[in-house]
T-cell receptor, first 113, second 119 residues
Framework: KAGVTQTPRYLIKTRGQQVTLSCSPI?????VSWYQQTPGQGLQFLFE???????NKGNFPGRFSGRQFSNSRSEMNVSTLELGDSALYLC????????????FGPGTRLTVT | AQKITQTQPGMFVQEKEAVTLDCTYD???????LFWYKQPSSGEMIFLIY??????QNATEGRYSLNFQKARKSANLVISASQLGDSAMYFC????????????????FGKGTHLIIQP
């Protein structure tokens, strides 16, 4: 069974631009969560989508948004990029119950210059 | 709110020795799950082991076991017979069940322990 895939793997953007990251979950998984990892803040939860609905949201500004499609694929968008948005963005998929394990993709490394 | 504390920023261990990575947690949820993940230098988070708060037995997965002490709010990961390929960052994480009515946020992670296995 294929794992979680994320595209692109690497991205370089300029301050003020916007970016869209994509995540395809494991087949059969209906929940997709997004996390941001930085050296200073560690791993932080961004949001979770289940059956095309945002189920939970972390403490991030409105510049961070996401959506989920009917095939469970998810995208996250960051508008008006700031230098501090440089991070590894990890996507995780699961069957959907909160206490089920989440399986992570390889991540997208975003650099904002 | 949930909090995970990993007090060992880095550890050096000789190959074939057992290693214990510490994790303590704090939560007001009655039902919750504890997770351990491994992150090699490539960046991908690899799921290792899960322990539910109502599980009476400690979880085991191959060379990994979770030493769960609920009263002490600790969930230490034990790796038996360490191998060179075990060198990586290790993260302890938790999540509430959401049954208390507050909803289940995403995983809350600790800062991690950088484990280096020496030959």
């Amino acid at each position: 069974k294929a794992g979680v895939t994320q595209t692109p793997r690497y991205l370089i953007k300029t301050r003020g631009q916007q970016v869209t990251l994509s995540c395809s979950p494991i087949s059969g998984h209906r929940s997709v969560s997004w996390y941001q990892q930085t050296p200073g803040q560690g791993l932080q939860f961004l949001f979770e989508y289940f059956s095309e609905t945002q189920r939970n949201k972390g403490n991030f500004p409105g510049r961070f948004s996401g959506r989920q499609f009917s095939n469970s694929r998810s995208e996250m968008n960051v508008s008006t990029l700031e230098l501090g948005d440089s991070a590894l963005y990890l996507c995780a998929s699961s069957f959907g119950q909160p206490l089920y394990e989440q399986y992570f993709g390889p991540g997208t490394r975003l650099t904002v210059t | 709110a949930q909090k995970i504390t990993q007090t060992q920023p880095g550890m050096f261990v000789q190959e074939k020795e057992a290693v214990t990575l510490d994790c303590t947690y704090d939560t007001s949820d009655q039902s919750y799950g504890l997770f351990w993940y491994k992150q090699p230098s490539s960046g991908e988070m690899i799921f290792l082991i899960y322990q539910g708060s109502y599980d009476e037995q400690n979880a085991t997965e191959g060379r990994y076991s979770l030493n769960f002490q609920k009263a002490r709010k600790s969930a230490n990961l034990v790796i038996s017979a360490s191998q060179l390929g075990d060198s990586a960052m290790y993260f302890c994480a938790m999540r509430g069940s959401g049954y208390s009515g507050g909803g289940a946020d995403g995983l809350t992670f600790g800062k991690g322990t950088h484990l280096i296995i020496q030959p």
